[in-house]
């Protein structure tokens, strides 16, 4: 008999974020294998709330009532996660969520919890000291805690009273989406007409972490065309930027696309230069890696470098530095032979080591396990 897992995370499709990427992999992916009936408990963007089927799974979104530091208010949410704590046998709750944890705590149900930990708060300081408290009531109470990388359990503060009880499991992409077919081939071919080459390549929410801003500057120094793929709060300071720099006629921001593989496989490289604990994984590096192409990335203390290995699948610079970015850039692009062997290698590491079915299969084995130790 399948077992009941509810997912709990502040949003969901057709929100766009890399938690949510890996929620709907989640509940998609342990839905299909048949050991888990899954069911997600989420957050409506804005109004009232909705309960509906999204690929096979049963997502519930509370009504929200306002958006604070990027997280919802929502009374909704706590009637509903009561509802569906009672109707499951496991919780896996994903971190940063105060509402969510708030819910489990104040719930008093004696389900079994295990939380996803994406990431450390960093920039809301304040905040996190305040809530410190309620994550620790929560994760002492855990029978799994998830990290993508062992980096993040051995650095993180709040994490390091319950290392032992921390399962480092990375996430994993569905290589065939990536695969170089007639059809990408075609639409990287549009793509490099009409942006020009060389071409390099990031995408990623315009927020404070991702490091756009060094990334734009660093092109001052760079003979090459830069495609920006993103959206957020960001958007018009890095235009203006771009515009500062006077690097405008060779930067292109364009809104997010549904459909990245011909992006991917148009660049010549691909650029992560996150600056911030709060980028724990990038997986849109490991998307790079999938299509073959070398990846630039930072010496984060995450699982950033550990993905795209420097001089492995990639090159790694000091975050916050445009001149590390510049020089990288320009190293790749002047040997192409440099720039096939690392992407060859990203291509067979993303194989290997990153699938789809690899990273499913090992959640469900732990969250078996979890279940089992109950």
Excluded at 96 to 102: A, E, M, Q, R, V
Excluded at 212 to 239: C, H, N, Q, T, W
Aim: charged letters at 20%; one cysteine or more.
């Amino acid at each position: 008999m399948s077992l009941r897992l509810l997912q709990v995370n502040k949003a969901y499709f057709p929100h766009i974020g890399g938690v949510e990427h890996v929620v709907a992999q989640l509940a998609e992916g342990l839905s299909a294998r048949g050991r888990f009936e899954v069911r997600v408990l989420a957050c409506a963007e804005r109004g009232t709330g909705s309960s509906e089927v999204i690929n096979g799974v049963l997502v519930e979104k509370a009504a929200t009532l306002a958006w604070v530091m990027s997280m919802p208010v929502s009374t909704d949410f706590m009637r509903r996660f009561r509802r569906n704590a009672g109707d499951c046998d496991l919780i896996l709750l994903h971190h940063p969520f105060p509402l969510g944890f708030l819910a489990a705590q104040l719930s008093q149900n004696k389900k079994p919890i295990s939380v996803w930990y994406h990431a450390d708060v960093v920039r809301q300081r304040m905040a996190g000291r305040l809530l410190t408290p309620l994550w620790h009531a929560v994760l002492g109470r855990a029978k799994r805690i998830f990290v993508s990388d062992r980096q993040l359990a051995e650095r993180s503060k709040v994490l390091s009273r319950y290392r032992s009880k921390c399962v480092a499991v990375p996430f994993g992409i569905d290589l065939r989406r990536f695969e170089d077919t007639p059809e990408v081939r075609s639409a990287a071919s549009e793509i490099r007409r009409r942006y020009g080459t060389p071409l390099v390549l990031s995408v990623g929410r315009f927020v404070y972490y991702k490091g756009f801003e060094y990334l734009i500057e660093a092109m001052r120094y760079v003979d090459a065309k830069l495609l920006l793929v993103g959206s957020g709060p960001l958007e018009a300071r890095l235009r203006a930027l771009a515009a500062a720099h006077g690097v405008d006629d060779k930067v292109h921001i364009i809104d997010s696309v549904r459909w990245l593989t011909p992006y991917y496989h148009a660049c010549d490289i691909f650029v992560l230069p996150s600056v911030e604990r709060a980028e724990s994984f990038g997986l849109v590096q490991l998307e790079a890696m999938a299509c073959g192409k070398p990846v630039i990335n930072t010496w984060l203390p995450t699982a950033v470098p550990t993905v795209s290995l420097n001089n492995v699948t990639g090159l790694t610079v000091a975050p916050r530095s445009s001149v590390g970015l510049a020089e990288a850039i320009n190293r790749l692009l002047g040997d192409e032979a440099l720039r096939a062997r690392l992407g060859a290698n990203a291509l067979q590491r993303a194989a290997e080591h990153y699938s789809l079915e690899r990273f499913i299969a090992a959640v469900e084995r732990e969250l078996s396990a979890a279940c089992s130790s109950s």
